[in-house]
């Protein structure tokens, strides 16, 4: 599997269930822990794997000590799952964790891989699956990455970016990534949604063992902006 589409939903509202099902989507990401969510979705899509994240507020989000952070994270995320009386153990259907969202880029991205390691043990010892990321294709955000770069200069770029988290990758079992183009999607063929296929081939270059399997967990326009 070189990458996935996961279908993204933060809540179990009227219509998510029939959406999901409508799209056929093999794996859906989702921060609703209600086992009534899972046993609809899986009722017509038996097959479908699911990927967790919690939300934690900004605030509560720790990478300045980030095994800490980690075992915090993994803390609430085994609550929601398994310790919830009130929405279900939803521990059977989860297959994959992701971790904190977008955090962790640039001067932080050693503290990041620290972090997604860590978690990745964690969820290991629970015989789950770790997706480490969770940030978009082009993060760090390179201001070099412009349109009049070929993408042989890009890849040369995102090999770079990309040393720090690469302890992390070597763990984890799935690269999650968000795919977006704001404010141009519809406009501008520069590097639209696959975006992902160059930091692949940066990977593929620093190692083949870095060639774990990609899950897009967000894709679209970025803030809902419409070109």
Avoid at 29 to 50: W, Y
Avoid at 128 to 133: C, E, L, R, S, T
Avoid at 194 to 199: G, I, P, T
């Amino acid at each position: 599997m070189a990458g996935k589409i996961c279908v993204h939903t933060n809540n179990a509202g009227s219509g998510v269930v029939e959406s999901i099902v409508r799209s056929r989507s093999p794996w859906v990401k989702t921060l609703v822990a209600k086992r009534e969510f899972f046993l609809k979705v899986r009722e017509s899509l038996p097959n479908c794997k699911f990927l967790y994240r919690e939300y934690v507020p900004e605030a509560e989000q720790n990478l300045d000590d980030p095994k800490a952070g980690a075992r915090d994270y993994m803390t609430r995320v085994e609550r929601s799952i398994q310790s919830n009386w009130w929405n279900g153990n939803c521990w059977e259907f989860i297959d994959t964790i992701e971790g904190y969202n977008e955090k962790g880029l640039n001067e932080q991205a050693s503290a990041r891989a620290i972090f997604d390691i860590e978690c990745a043990k964690i969820a290991h010892s629970w015989g789950k699956k770790y997706a480490m990321g969770s940030f978009s294709t082009m993060q760090p955000n390179a201001k070099e990455i412009t349109p009049d770069r070929s993408n042989e200069e890009i890849i040369e770029i995102l090999r770079t970016l990309w040393r720090p988290y690469l302890p992390a990758v070597a763990e984890a079992d799935y690269i999650a990534l968000h795919e977006y183009s704001s404010p141009t999607i519809q406009t501008n063929a520069w590097l639209t949604t696959l975006r992902h296929r160059l930091v692949r081939l940066a990977l593929k270059r620093l190692r083949v063992e870095y060639l774990k399997p990609m899950l897009i967990t967000e894709f679209g326009i970025d803030d809902g902006k419409l070109g």
